[in-house]
């Protein structure tokens, strides 16, 4: 499987671009336009452009700082950290369009609908196409709220390069109808992706079970805005059965070779841009916030010596140490020079977080298990109680870090001695759950999935963050709630773009809010 990924990388130029025959006739071929589509090769590509567009600067500088994972020193980079520079939440678009690393996966997965379509052979590799589709735009517009959908990636093949922005209430109605119907579509019986699906290998049961956890996710999602209506996607997704099990995580695997598109592109991403040598100032002078190695030295969480160091001085070279007593955190928007105590701030494992060759987990048990907690706690699932659902979530939250090498492994006495330190409140109110399951939610998905914490956080309110108010901020103190839609949409796009930007309250700004986001 992990060397897939090269083969993609190599093979992918020779059947993505324009066919050539030798000689003078070459010179009559259109070299934008594609002779042919090979859509194992595209479905590797989007599924590799869908989790990576814009790490850095969205998941890293404007979530992780927003959602007080990490904090920075220096004002460029604290989109997140002092809610400056939008322009960071602006990279995201690129999954519209785009040739570089993390672009283009939206018109990736169009092409690869639109070359398996029409045939019944095809019937599983249409159904986890619609599926992936879904995931990409799921992200898209929670992060932006009204977007292209319909009529997005067109552009080459209807040459629509001015696609109509469709009211998220819409895109979201249209995402869980493709859910539901490709899920309904599976045949054991035909052809799949194999190898080319980089998540499952073209397992259908696995693609069931990850198109039923993304409907949960989305379905919890309409809570605030449509009780009524996530109860009847949650009670649906979790009746089809969802991810909860270790062996049904969809993870992909990376590997550390010399083609930076092989790499984990959390750990390229953060090496490449901030942790570039240990010890002393680092280059968008980041290191993980106070907010969470606080919270996670006060329940006593083992995953905390797991994913955060402390570099120690011993003469002129550097020692990554885990010692619980030596982390501490680096206060949000706190500074604007470089501190004199920078050294003693943790940053993140170079053993675990940092590996070129460590894992994605795209989605997995513990998300699950915890959703279905919130599930149990509205009355919405009678299968499970919240308390066990939780205690899932945790274990398995604690577990899935052993896929990072031998430093991640936690011993289930630990995770037995935290759960015993920190019990489920099944005597709690329902927000008084809800915080729980949520702030749980925030350590649990921390760096995997930061888009779904920052969802989470404006669906729910939880974890319970404190905003900083740092001079000449541009949302007046107040958390991020929604990404900028890039410049560009108001020059090349300009009459759709303004009809969406009235719908949605007539802002486009950091401040701006969702349909979903009561």
Known sequence: MKRLIYKILAAAPLFLLSACDKGFEEMNVDPNKYSAVIPEYLFTRAQLDGVSTNFTGAAYLTIGGSMQHFSTYKEVPAAGDKYFNFSYSQ?????????????????????????????????????????????????????????????????????????????????????????????????????????????????????????????????????????ALAKTWVEKAIAGGVILDDADRAVIAYVDGSQVASRNFIANGLLSTDYITPGGDNVEGGKFAKTLIDYLKTTKDPRLNVISVVWTANGSTFTADTTTALQQGMPNAAYNSLPSNFNSFSEPNPN??????????????????????EAAVRGWNSGTTAATAYNNAVRAGMRQWSLFGAGGVISDARINLYLVNNPYKTTGTTAQQIEQISTQKWVALFLEDEYEIFANWRRTGYPNLTPTNYPGNLTGGKIPTRFVIPDSEETYNRTNFLEARTRQGGTNTLSSTVWWDK
Do not use: C
């Not at 599926?131 to 898209?140: D, E, Q």
């Not at 795209?362 to 959703?371: Q, S, W």
């Open 91 to 227: 990279g995201n678009w690129n999954a519209y369009a785009g040739t570089g690393a993390g672009s283009g996966a939206v018109t990736s997965i169009v092409q690869v609908m639109d070359a398996v379509a029409g045939n019944p052979a095809n019937v599983n590799k249409l159904s986890a196409a619609r599926i992936w589709k879904a995931y990409i735009f799921h992200r898209l517009t929670d992060l932006y709220g009204d977007i292209p959908y319909f009529d997005a990636g067109k552009a080459l093949s209807d040459k629509n390069y001015a696609p109509k922005y469709d009211a998220q209430q819409v895109i979201y109605a249209d995402l869980l109808k493709e859910l539901d119907e490709s899920i309904a579509a599976f045949d054991a019986s035909k052809a799949t992706f194999g190898n080319a699906d980089l998540m499952f290998g073209g397992d259908v049961t696995k693609w069931k079970k990850f198109g039923y956890s993304l409907m949960l996710r989305l379905g919890m999602r309409l809570t605030q805005v449509d009780p």
């Open 352 to 373: 675990t977080i940092l590996r070129y060759n460590s894992p994605l987990v795209v989605m997995g048990n513990a998300e699950m298990n915890l959703l279905l907690a």
